[in-house]
């Protein structure tokens, strides 16, 4: 496949939603200029196939954003904040095989600016979405290859569950760790910062649409590997 132009030469040369299908490869995708991007929609590389997908839902970015505001206020006032490096929505995760975007990424403990393009976040944040497809790929795909290139936490926040599971990896696999809805999640990775999760459910069901405020749960337990706690 010809690389793309940095400079296309009018709208319809852009990569945009009828570009969804089309076969690339890791560099290709690396290399392609943002200008070359139609930015009204996100776009993710799996097994060589190009994904563009509309923007997230307002329950999605709502929440995303509160826990945004969270994370940047602990940098700012707590004590031990400044372990936190930065904080970004809407992040490709490097050091995978594909180059999925995730919802959060939080770089810990670098001591300078990230390099999003190689610095591997410490902790990956998705929050589920609608479609049920998207339970394995959340849960089970993103898991394994965010964990296998060095992610060392993995949070799905679940609106539909009125859960959190955190994901780590161990020498026999993935452990996962539910929060339910009332409770309060603290990490090592940020001393001093604490996460009540129904603020972020909160936040999801004010911007979900009329009737749908506290959606349905899929299952009764999300596919793990084994648990600590």
Not at 71 to 77: N, P, V
Not at 125 to 152: H, I, N, P
């Amino acid at each position: 496949m010809a690389a793309i132009e940095s400079k296309p030469r009018n709208a319809r040369s852009r990569i945009g939603l009828r570009s969804s299908g089309i076969v690339m490869t890791a560099r290709q995708f690396d290399d392609t200029p943002e200008s070359a991007w139609d930015d009204r929609y996100r776009y993710e590389l799996v097994n060589g196939v190009l994904i563009v997908t509309p923007p997230v839902s307002d329950a999605e970015a709502d929440p995303n954003d509160e826990l945004g505001h969270m994370l940047r206020s602990f940098r700012e006032s707590h004590p031990q904040g400044r372990v936190l490096d930065r904080t970004m929505p809407e992040r490709t995760v490097p050091g995978t095989p594909n180059r999925r975007r995730c919802d959060r990424a939080i770089w810990i403990g670098l001591g300078r600016a990230p390099n999003t393009r190689k610095d591997i976040p410490s902790i990956v944040v998705e929050f589920v979405s609608a479609q049920r497809r998207d339970m394995l790929r959340d849960y089970e795909l993103k898991r394994d290859e965010y964990l296998a290139a060095g992610v060392q936490e993995y949070w799905i926040i679940d609106r539909f569950r009125r859960t959190m599971t955190v994901f780590r990896q161990s020498p026999t696999g993935p452990i996962s760790q539910v929060v339910p809805e009332t409770g309060i999640y603290q990490t090592n990775l940020l001393p001093g910062f604490e996460l009540p999760l129904s603020r972020l459910l909160t936040a999801a069901d004010d911007m979900s649409p009329p009737g749908r405020t506290r959606p349905r749960k899929p299952q009764s337990n999300p596919p793990a590997g084994g648990t600590d706690g």
